[in-house]
């Protein structure tokens, strides 16, 4: 099915009062685009991040809008040149609220609407035993183990520098019969592949209910059996219950996450480990890979070496 994409370019105080109307008029959902709220998130402290994709960026620049989507067909156009023309009698009466409410509109199709990022998603080699790649991509390479991952709302699909860190360093590290510990697990990437490499077991993690369903599904459809895997949901810095759930004998821990957060779970990490066990510590930026070393250290774990790709670091520590 085909959507009609409308853009109404508006003055921002004037938003709840055209949602409102728009609301009124059969329009059962929409977006806001204003530059201003993007300019207080940057501007805020909270929240765990450090580095915000380029494209998001952009909208410090975007002009505020209110987008809507109608179903191509004769009910969903009725309902188009309704708004279209309640828009038409608001601009003569109330410009100097709502500004000219301009509209550009596009037909959108719902599979390009959907999909289209796919095509960016193709198989590729990471290390010396793995291929990642998406499942609706037929892969045959009897030298590498299949990874197979659609990662759906979660991050993790490889490409990223700091999921090829991990999984390299899996590679190295694991060679048969590790219990593994992936915390803020994502899509699984670090758990298959943790499983695929060797791993006799694995506990993957995250605070997104949708995360760890799609970290299950992902395991499952790489066959990994049900028994050799367990999940949790939650966070295990403030549900204590939860954190003595896990256990506190792992070989080895994946944590793909960022630097607050890695720093704040500094301790935790030290309980977990088992003697001799491994920290990967990845999702660092390098500007705040001191920062972060440094923390786990004063936890009491020991540096074994930091390596870098395209200014984002993984820091792999021992207990």
């Known amino acids: 099915m085909n959507f009609i994409k409308a853009d109404i370019f508006a003055e921002p105080a004037s938003f709840d009062l055209l949602t409102g109307i728009l609301i009124d008029l059969g329009v059962n959902g929409f977006e806001i685009v204003d530059n201003k709220d993007f300019e207080e998130f940057l501007q805020s402290k909270e929240g765990n991040w450090d580095y915000i994709e380029s494209s998001l960026l952009q909208l410090k620049n975007a002009k505020p809008r209110v987008t809507v989507y109608f179903e191509d067909n004769d009910t969903g156009r009725e309902i188009f040149l309704s708004v279209k023309e309640k828009l038409d009698i608001i601009t003569e009466v109330e410009s100097d609220l709502f500004g000219d409410l301009v509209i550009e509109e596009q037909v959108v199709d719902e599979n390009d609407w959907a999909n289209n990022w796919k095509q960016f ?36 699909t490889g490409q990223h520098q700091t999921t090829k860190l991990c999984l390299e360093n899996l590679e190295r590290h694991i060679h048969g019969g590790e219990k593994v510990l992936d915390v803020g697990c994502g ?4 758990s298959v592949g943790a499983m695929l490499l060797g791993a006799d077991s694995v506990c993957f993690g995250d605070i997104s209910e949708n995360a760890v369903k799609s970290a299950e599904e992902n395991l499952n459809n790489n066959g990994i059996d049900k028994a050799r895997y367990s999940a949790f949901l939650g966070d295990i810095t403030k549900d204590k219950a939860l954190l003595d759930s896990l256990g506190y004998d792992y070989d080895i821990i994946c944590a793909n996450i960022v630097a607050d957060v890695l720093i704040n779970m500094s301790d935790l990490f030290v309980k977990l480990l088992k003697k001799n066990g491994m920290l990967f510590a990845s999702g660092i930026i390098v500007e705040r890979v001191d ?17 870098i790709s395209e200014g984002w670091c993984i820091v792999t520590m021992s207990k």
């Open 291 to 307: 920062e972060v070393r440094d923390a786990l250290e004063k936890s009491g774990l020991q540096e074994n070496y930091i390596e």
């Open 187 to 190: 899509s699984g990437i670090l």
């Open 121 to 156: 998603f193709k198989p590729f080699n990471i290390g010396d035993k793995l291929i990642v790649t998406p499942s609706w991509e037929a892969v045959y390479n009897p030298n590498r183990k299949i990874l197979k991952i659609d990662p759906g709302s979660s991050f993790g």
